[in-house]
T-cell receptor
Framework: QKEVEQDPGPLSVPEGAIVSLNCTYS??????FMWYRQYSRKGPELLMY????GNKEDGRFTAQVDKSSKYISLFIRDSQPSDSATYLC?????????FGKGTSLLVTP | DVKVTQSSRYLVKRTGEKVFLECVQD?????MFWYRQDPGLGLRLIYF???????EKGDIPEGYSVSREKKERFSLILESASTNQTSMYLC?????????????FGPGTRLTVT
């Protein structure tokens, strides 16, 4: 079983919609949970990270971790066409990151 | 501005050739990583290095080797390229002290092996 599972999509939503992206993970010892965003033909960039459980908000983006169910989520409010990208969840394991497969998101005007 | 650069954006090689992919970072980071990214498989760690001349195998090291002679440079070597190594290769670096969760990625090298 892969340590991080993520539905690859694709996900297509109209501009202004609320987007929910989700991952599950297998090891309850993980403490750092990240969301990376990757635009086409670019490397991934860190969008948000959360330590342990709870919510973290940054503008239109909210990252949420539920350690009891081993579930991590990213919510995007008032989605914009510029949010169209692949979103990758990741967990920190030692020195390295374990990534989900990424969810491709398209926000249509 | 932090920067990770990779030697080529696109590379075409023949089966059996020895291939070198170079990565340079200008942030004085201790840790450097090589990933490959494939549709449906996501990002998979090939090798990483936490110091000069140190290396650790990732999830898929077979068919690859690495070299880190200087802190800023991390090379990925395909000893004898095969068609199943056609992929996007991404290099990343991170500071051991300021947050291993934030990896800085290069733009990637799209390698085609024919």
């Amino acid at each position: 079983q892969k340590e991080v599972e993520q539905d690859p999509g694709p996900l297509s939503v109209p501009e202004g919609a609320i987007v929910s992206l989700n991952c599950t993970y297998s090891n309850s010892a993980f403490q750092y949970f990240m969301w990376y965003r990757q635009y086409s033909r670019k490397g991934p960039e860190l969008l948000m990270y959360t330590y342990s459980s709870g919510n973290k908000e940054d503008g239109r983006f909210t990252a949420q971790v539920d350690k009891s169910s081993k579930y991590i989520s990213l919510f995007i409010r008032d989605s914009q066409p510029s949010d169209s990208a692949t979103y990758l969840c990741a967990i920190l394991s030692g020195y390295a990151l374990n990534f989900g497969k990424g969810t491709s998101l398209l926000v249509t005007p | 501005d932090v920067k990770v650069t990779q030697s080529s954006r696109y590379l075409v090689k023949r089966t059996g050739e020895k291939v070198f992919l170079e990565c340079v970072q200008d942030m004085d980071h201790e840790n450097m990583f090589w990933y490959r990214q494939d549709p449906g498989l996501g990002l998979r760690l090939i090798y990483f290095s936490y110091d000069v001349k140190m290396k650790e195998k990732g999830d898929i090291p077979e068919g690859y080797s690495v070299s880190r002679e200087k802190k800023e440079r991390f090379s990925l070597i395909l000893e004898s390229a095969s068609t199943n190594q056609t992929s996007m290769y991404l290099c990343a670096s991170t500071s051991r002290t300021s947050g291993a969760y934030e990896q800085y990625f290069g733009p990637g090298t799209r390698l085609t092996v024919t």
